[in-house]
């Protein structure tokens, strides 16, 4: 019996496929059946020969899908762009690494931030095996990490899955945030940690609450992910993502222009589509700032970057009709805002002479790097293409060295930022034509977006078109302090917060984003 339905599965299949090819406007009569466009890397930019991933798995070998150890963040080469976005892939690699019937993401060694209260107020909720990690859509305004895609906005696939975001701590984090609360930490900046001496006080009052710190070495860590429904994503690219199980809001959508939430949960598996890696390490209290995307997320604007042979090569923007967040990739109008979350009743609004729908997604800086001018972006690349190619680089070194059918192959390190020296960020970015290469200027691919978590505000769009438009531009403060409050947003209402037990009080309204089933 099995395999005769097996048969007939792969006849629809074939039928299916044949009648999409048939089709004479070219429409796809069932997205279940249609590859998802891709990004494509150029391949002949210059090997890093030296990186081998072996010394990063746990047994020594590259594993298929195997587990990867975490950066050592103590032992920090604070040297070349390169160490920085090593840094970033490995960690990411181990974030995503299986343990225990999971990954890494979802054990003990995390926990969810919880969106904001009546109170404003964040808690902490420690993983459980039994437990379902919880996801809301975009909530707050951009310095929340439920407003990622912009100032509220929400963002949704061209599928019609609404985009879902979690936000995670790790351990050392939490412990970091815990004894600042009760003004228990044993070193005098009390900025995060970055050495040794500073690691070991929050272990020490980490062992005086009976915890112990389970990889300590990778210091403070903060994650903003995103994710989609996996039962809109195409039949044949389902197993290219890494997927969890998750809470997120119902709504009722009976109306096109507003959606309003039922108050009920319901548990979905959710695809990871995007995800912020900020960690401290040594001689970088600002903390490193990477993000990475699915392949199949969106077309990427053109670029430059230079090959082997010390060529200058141009990219043509990203064509085809099918990304995940973008169905024709060549409309000129793009990233346009169609709905935000309400200020009544928490209901996704439809904008003004719109209806709740998705919109074409672009990713207008391939790699973090303004794409309209050759401006040295860092003191190490004298140009917007040497600063690409390093990129492409380390992505092509990584993702090569994985074994086929590695589901982690499938996603793409944009690039990643910090500040010149590791002082306190200014807010500006790198720049010897503005004169701006003070310490505390934003290094690296200074100008970093993520196309599903700051769609809206990426450097050429409309909203924030400035030359200073890097991370640091809203995660610093006026008195340009190198301090937690600073630097993450949701620091201040963590220490509001509390870390939600099984008994622990919670707020009414929070309760159906912040629960387990």
């Known amino acids: 019996m099995k395999k005769t339905v097996l048969k007939f ?6 039928f299916l496929l044949i009648m999409t090819s048939c089709n004479k406007d070219n429409k796809v009569i069932s997205s279940g059946y249609t590859t ?20 990063w798995f746990v047994h020594a070998n590259v594993i298929l899908n195997g587990e990867v150890l ?21 960690m990411f690699l181990w974030i995503t690494s299986p343990q225990d019937s999971t990954i890494v993401l979802e054990t003990r060694e995390f926990y969810t931030v919880s969106p904001p209260d009546s109170l404003k107020k964040r808690n902490l909720i420690p993983h459980h095996s039994t437990k379902t990690l919880s996801a809301s859509v975009n909530i707050m305004k951009l310095d929340s990490e439920e407003g990622q895609a912009g100032d509220g906005d929400v963002l949704m696939s061209k599928e019609g899955s609404l985009i879902y975001y979690i936000t995670f701590v790790n351990d050392v984090y939490a412990q970091f945030l815990t004894a600042g609360k009760q003004d228990s930490i044993k070193y005098p900046n009390k900025k995060f940690p970055t050495t040794q001496t500073e690691l070991d006080a929050i272990k020490a009052f980490a062992k005086g609450n009976g915890e112990t710190l389970k990889s300590p070495n990778t210091l403070s860590m903060e994650l903003k992910t995103s994710w989609v429904d996996l039962a809109t994503i195409p039949t044949v690219n389902k197993t290219d993502y890494i997927t969890v199980k998750a809470n997120v809001p119902i709504y009722d959508k009976k109306i096109d222009t507003i959606w309003t939430p039922t108050g009920n949960t319901e548990t979905k598996t959710l695809a ?18 990477a993000t990475f995307e699915h392949q199949h997320n969106s077309p990427s604007l053109g670029y430059k970057y230079i090959d082997a042979n010390k060529q200058t090569r141009t990219i043509a923007a990203d064509t085809g009709d099918n990304w995940l967040l973008n169905k024709k990739s060549t409309d000129t109008v793009f990233n346009i805002v169609n709905m935000k979350y309400g200020k009544t009743d928490n209901a996704i609004e439809a904008k003004a002479g719109k209806t709740i729908t998705a919109s074409n997604t672009k990713r207008i800086n391939a790699f973090g790097v303004a794409y309209d001018n050759d401006y040295a972006p860092n ?14 680089a380390i992505n092509n070194t990584v993702r090569n060295q ?16 910090w500040t010149q020296k590791g002082a306190a960020p200014t807010g500006k970015s790198y720049s010897v034509e503005r004169k701006q290469t003070s310490p505390g200027v934003a290094v690296g691919a200074s100008q970093l977006a993520n196309s599903t978590m700051e769609t809206y505000f990426q ?40 870390i939600i037990t099984a008994n622990s009080p919670i707020d009414s ?8 089933k």
């Not at 599965?9 to 074939?14: A, C, D, T």
């Not at 998802?36 to 010394?55: A, G, Q, S």
């Open 379 to 392: 003191n190490e690349n004298n140009s917007t293409a040497a600063s690409n190619s390093q990129i492409i």
């Open 36 to 55: 998802l466009d891709y990004t494509k890397l150029p391949t002949d930019v210059e090997k890093i020969p030296y990186l081998k991933l072996n010394n």
């Open 9 to 14: 599965s792969e006849i629809l299949v074939l």
């Open 459 to 498: 450097y050429g769009a409309k909203k924030f078109n400035t030359s200073n438009a890097s991370c640091f531009a809203c995660h610093s403060n006026s008195l340009h302090q190198n301090t937690p409050n600073a630097l993450s947003h949701i620091y201040s209402e963590l220490k509001l917060g509390t």
């Open 402 to 417: 994985l074994i086929k059918g590695d589901v982690r192959k499938n996603y793409i390190f944009i690039g990643a930022t």
């Open 70 to 90: 975490p950066a050592n963040s103590v032992a920090f080469n604070n040297g070349t762009n390169i160490d920085f976005y090593e840094w970033s892939e490995q």
């Open 272 to 289: 990871l589509i995007g995800m912020h890696v900020v960690g401290s390490v040594n001689g970088h209290p600002e903390m490193i700032w």
């Open 509 to 516: 309204k929070a309760l159906a984003t912040i629960s387990y």
